[in-house]
């Protein structure tokens, strides 16, 4: 065979970007929605905070998770709530913003770390018989998801950027119903100033801007 391949990997192609444009426009409505409801946004994303610290020490207590794992999981989770003392507004420049990065790439290693040890661990077993508590990639995948990225993602849409944070490609900056202007979400200026680099980039190849 040698067409259905190509159509094979035309539709993966395809189906990869219709995927990637489904999300992108969630999460622009998602920052839509959190710049008119702050104090609900803030309100939601300090409980949340405080229910991950709560299920990672349930976690380390009951399941056996490791006690210093948890607690630079528990640290970055302090770490992000501090970012909401000026919530919605952030500046990259902020120590705190800048720890919370680092944080977020330091847990993912440290539990990507623990959890690959484990499936080590259980593939080492000198006896089929041997029971060893080995979490499925459901399990895995769902601590991840809830537990290392969904507050820094969430913190990632909601926070609003400061003034000159990108470059505005000559757009306007954003105003409110009152004609004043107000922050834009961190999510929504960079999807704005990637638009604007690429009208830029269509205008000067000579191509009709979108």
């Excluded at 000559?170 to 999807?191: C, I, S, Y």
Aim: charged content about 15%.
């Amino acid at each position: 065979m040698w067409i259905l391949p190509l159509i094979g990997y035309a539709g993966a192609f395809l189906g990869f970007c219709f995927l990637t444009l489904a999300i992108a426009s969630g999460l622009y409505y998602l920052s839509e929605l959190v710049e008119e409801h702050t104090v609900i946004a803030k309100r939601l994303l300090t409980r949340l905070i405080y229910t991950v610290i709560g299920v990672q020490v349930a976690l380390w207590l009951l399941d056996g998770f490791p006690f210093w794992s948890s607690l630079l999981g528990i640290v970055a989770h302090v770490v992000y709530l501090g970012n909401m003392r000026r919530f919605p507004f952030v500046r990259l420049s902020d120590p705190l913003f800048l720890l919370s990065c680092v944080l977020v790439l330091l847990d993912h290693w440290v539990w990507f770390r623990h959890f690959s040890h484990s499936q080590a661990r259980a593939y080492q077993r000198s006896s089929y018989y041997d029971t060893v508590d080995v979490p499925s990639f459901t399990m895995i995948a769902s601590y991840f998801g809830l537990c290392v990225w969904l507050v820094p993602f969430a913190l990632f849409v909601s926070l609003s950027a400061g003034d000159n944070v990108l470059p505005t490609m000559g757009t306007e900056p954003v105003r409110g119903v009152d004609g004043k202007a107000r922050p834009q979400g961190m999510l929504k200026a960079v999807v704005d100033w990637a638009r604007g680099a690429i009208g830029e980039i269509a205008g000067s190849t000579g191509l009709e801007r979108p």
